[in-house]
């Protein structure tokens, strides 16, 4: 392993909670959605490794989707909310890319082209997110403008939900509603709503499409304790250092924690410039030997410390020091920072290289 800051996916985990979404919604295509550096898993292996077991792979930008290709990773896209020019629609058409229409700016736009492949399309319906989507109205109008294009392969129909990890909101029920109805007078096609929170929370919103997202990299973003997922990144560090501080002595940047007694600090070789959050406060926990340390003083570039004081085996320079992963969950550290998984692991930088493994 590196000697200093490195990102453990687990493989086996991946496929186990892909599977967990086929146990929820098994008559449903998946499109695993992989944007954001598969959320800062490693694109190109977490799609070596979702790709043989979903049907599809989700993305946000083009530059993924030429990344994809160029590492010969064939499976069908679907490139999410962005624009493209013409050359870059062509180019989707030509490499199974579909894309999600938004507008009925795009609608015409993609009208105007010829491809020497069908384009396949997925419109978007603002049912309340109000951020990307079509008006019923667009909609229609979208439709019939694509649908009569030789140029389009199939058509399919799309919204986001905005607050489906709360299963008491009444929103979800009040978007998976306004989506029906203003697909009412469409000709018969197929429908796309969940997410991971929909898929856990709202078994309605499971249609011919699921899009799951955050519940593939081990995280159920909702309350509800109905599946049991595996955490697939472990994000690990070594000790680099031990010093022993009296009582009144401080650690770290602006003397941010002072020792109480005389204690052991240890120095782990990670810090903000590795993605481990600088806001995080004292007492958040960290794993060495299967034991929980606090944090202690503010998180650097390079490096945090821990007190380790109370070890019940001896710690010693090199020892392997878990900041999240199994037995440290992602969303409880998120927590502590006042943030969420999803913006830890999409922030762990490229200096912490991702090491592969199969742990079952």
């Excluded at 800051?5 to 008559?27: F, G, K, M, T, Y």
């Excluded at 993924?64 to 962005?82: K, V």
């Excluded at 489906?164 to 029920?173: F, H, N, V």
């Excluded at 203003?182 to 898929?199: C, K, Y």
């Amino acid at each position: 392993m590196p000697s200093t800051a490195w990102a453990e996916i687990d493989r086996s985990a991946l496929r186990h909670n892909l599977q967990c979404v086929r146990e929820l919604s098994p008559d449903s295509g998946v499109v695993a959605m992989i944007k954001a550096n598969a959320y800062g898993h490693g694109l190109i292996e977490v799609a070596r490794t979702l790709a043989p077991i979903s049907d599809k792979l989700g993305i946000a930008r083009i530059d993924e989707a030429y990344q994809l290709r160029s590492a010969d990773i064939s499976s069908p896209l679907l490139l999410m909310g962005t624009l493209l020019n013409d050359d870059e629609l062509g180019w989707c058409a030509g490499n199974g890319v579909a894309v999600a229409v938004h507008s009925l700016e795009q609608a015409e736009q993609i009208v105007r082209q010829s491809f020497s492949n069908k384009l396949e399309v997925w419109l978007k319906l603002d049912t309340g997110m109000n951020r990307l989507g079509l008006t019923p109205d667009a909609l229609h109008s979208a439709h019939a403008l694509l649908a009569q294009s030789q140029h389009i392969g199939a058509i399919r129909l799309m919204s986001h939900f905005s607050s489906a990890d709360d299963p008491a909101s009444p929103s979800t029920l009040s978007q998976i509603a306004y989506f029906e109805k203003a697909a009412d007078n469409l000709p018969p096609m197929e429908f796309s709503l969940a997410n991971s929170a929909g898929l856990i929370a709202w078994p309605e919103s499971r249609r011919q499409w699921v899009r799951p997202g955050i519940m593939l990299y081990g995280d159920n973003p909702t309350d509800l304790q109905t599946v049991e997922l595996k955490p697939v990144m472990h994000l690990k560090s070594r000790v680099i250092a031990i010093k022993h501080v009296l009582e009144g002595d401080s650690v770290g940047y602006n003397a941010r924690w002072t020792a109480p007694r005389a204690s052991r600090i240890a120095a782990i070789g990670i810090g903000y410039g590795d993605g481990y959050p600088r806001q995080l406060p004292n007492h958040t926990p960290v794993l060495c030997k299967g034991q929980r340390f606090p944090l202690v003083g503010r998180v650097s570039m390079d490096i945090c410390s821990i007190d380790i004081s109370s070890a019940k085996q001896p710690i010693s320079v090199g020892d392997e020091v878990t900041l999240w992963g199994e037995g440290l969950p992602a969303t409880d550290i998120a927590a502590m920072a006042g943030t969420i998984s999803y913006h830890l692991y999409t922030g762990v930088t490229q200096r912490v290289q991702r090491v592969y493994t199969e742990k079952t």
